[in-house]
């Protein structure tokens, strides 16, 4: 270890490999340290040309649109995003999350990423932001557990993977999960989506600013489609929640006018 390392920044190290996922303290393949020193000095070799990185970001989206229309039901898009490894997240998250819910539930609602639970857990909005949300669906008579398509909803986020430190999902990831998402929204097949803050709506519909989007419903894939403030940014700012109930009565009565 440098000796210039004191004890705290080490720790705080250490800490944060294990926040990204590393449980081990060990390398891909075993190194015999005894024989390091009777190694003769290799003669310098032209060192391998790194992949091309234009290549790779250019033809990451072309794989995962390729991947995506291959799915011809949801266990088979679940096999392929999380085949999928174009894409760094992936390294730094514990587990891959899907969906949660009825997938023939008439609901569909997409958030943005899994969080800390999320990704411990393998399921979308089972966290504290995802507590509030099964209130607010169970307000309006909605719920994940419901077997009842016309009372069920169906869950999942932009991202399969959880971003580092629960950062805002970068452009480039969501175009690059784009086709998954609108696979699986096509293979689903609900009759009205909700899209739960800025990122949905960035990715679905190309715009952000939920403040002066939210309430507004729009068209996703064919499909009624309504911008909602998503329920982290509700625990946050508890003040905005009489908007959320209004969004909240708009979609039941969506539901109730065209059964
Ligand atoms: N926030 C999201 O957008 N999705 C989750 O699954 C959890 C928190």
């Known amino acids: ?59 990451a989206p072309a794989i995962a649109a390729r991947a995506a229309n291959a799915a011809t039901d949801l266990p088979s898009l679940a096999a392929a995003m999380q085949a999928f490894d174009l894409c760094d997240l992936k390294r730094g998250a514990r587990n891959f999350v899907f969906a949660d819910g009825l997938p023939a539930a008439r609901v569909m609602i997409v958030g943005e990423a899994p969080g800390a639970e999320e990704d411990r857990e393998g399921l979308p909005f089972v966290g504290r932001a995802g507590q509030l949300l099964d209130r607010m669906l169970d307000a309006i008579g909605l719920s994940r557990r419901q077997a009842d398509p016309d009372l069920a909803v169906y869950i999942t986020n932009v991202l399969p993977w959880r971003p580092p430190s629960n950062r805002t999902p970068e452009r480039p990831e969501i175009e690059l999960f784009l086709p998954f998402l609108e696979r699986h929204i096509t293979l689903a097949q609900p009759d009205v989506l909700v899209l739960m803050g800025n990122t949905p709506c960035q990715a679905l519909m190309g715009r952000a600013g939920i403040t002066r989007i939210r309430g507004q419903w729009a068209e996703v894939l064919g499909r009624p489609a309504l911008p909602m403030f998503h329920p982290a940014y509700l625990l946050r700012n508890p003040t905005a929640k009489r908007e959320a109930w209004a969004d909240l009565l708009a979609l039941k009565a969506r539901l109730m006018s065209q059964p």
Do not use: C, H
Request: proline fraction near 12%; charge should be negative.
């Open 1 to 59: 270890m440098d000796s210039d390392l004191d004890f705290w920044t080490a720790k705080a190290l250490l800490d944060w490999q294990i926040e990204m996922g590393a449980d081990e303290a060990i390398r891909d393949a075993p190194l015999n340290r005894y024989a390091l020193n009777d190694t003769p000095a290799r003669p310098a070799q032209p060192a391998a040309a790194p992949p091309d990185p234009i290549t790779v970001t250019t033809d």
